[in-house]
């Protein structure tokens, strides 16, 4: 018998799906209106994350940092998600924030406290 998650935990969960909702939801839209160099660059956006010479786990690291040093918390929640994707360990996930964070500075520790509260939730859903 599983159990029912409680209140926050239900909250919680509806953040990451809410999260991939209205991102599908709001890349169709752009879709519908974009020209060719809109869909040009979301195609090199997807094609650069893929395995190549360096793994698609790397790569998604890379993308997290970045984001989280151009302060972009979207970006850090698609990042995060992927990264999750790609099994990421958490002690991975620790030293390629606290990159982000000396490179950043203290003005990402907000998108620092989303970034983990999302890995959280992610972590919160896997079944043991």
């Not at 974009?34 to 190549?52: E, H, L, M, P, T």
């Not at 970006?75 to 999750?84: A, E, L």
């Not at 991975?92 to 959280?120: M, N, Q, Y």
Request: aromatic share 6%; hydrophobic share 40%.
């Amino acid at each position: 018998m599983t159990e029912k998650p409680e209140g926050s935990e239900i909250m919680k969960q509806a953040n990451i799906e809410q999260f991939q909702k209205d991102r599908e939801r709001l890349n169709q839209i752009v879709m519908k209106y974009a020209g060719a160099n809109i869909k040009r660059f979301w195609s090199i956006d997807s094609q650069v994350y893929k395995q190549g010479a360096l793994p698609a786990k790397t790569k998604e690291l890379l993308g997290l940092v970045s984001s989280l040093v151009l302060r972009c918390d979207d970006c850090v929640k698609y990042h995060i998600i992927r990264c999750h994707q790609e099994r990421l360990k958490d002690g991975e996930l620790d030293e390629a924030l606290a990159i982000a964070l000396v490179v950043g500075g203290s003005i990402t520790i907000p998108h620092l406290r989303r970034a983990f509260e999302a890995w959280d939730e992610l972590k919160s859903r896997e079944v043991d």
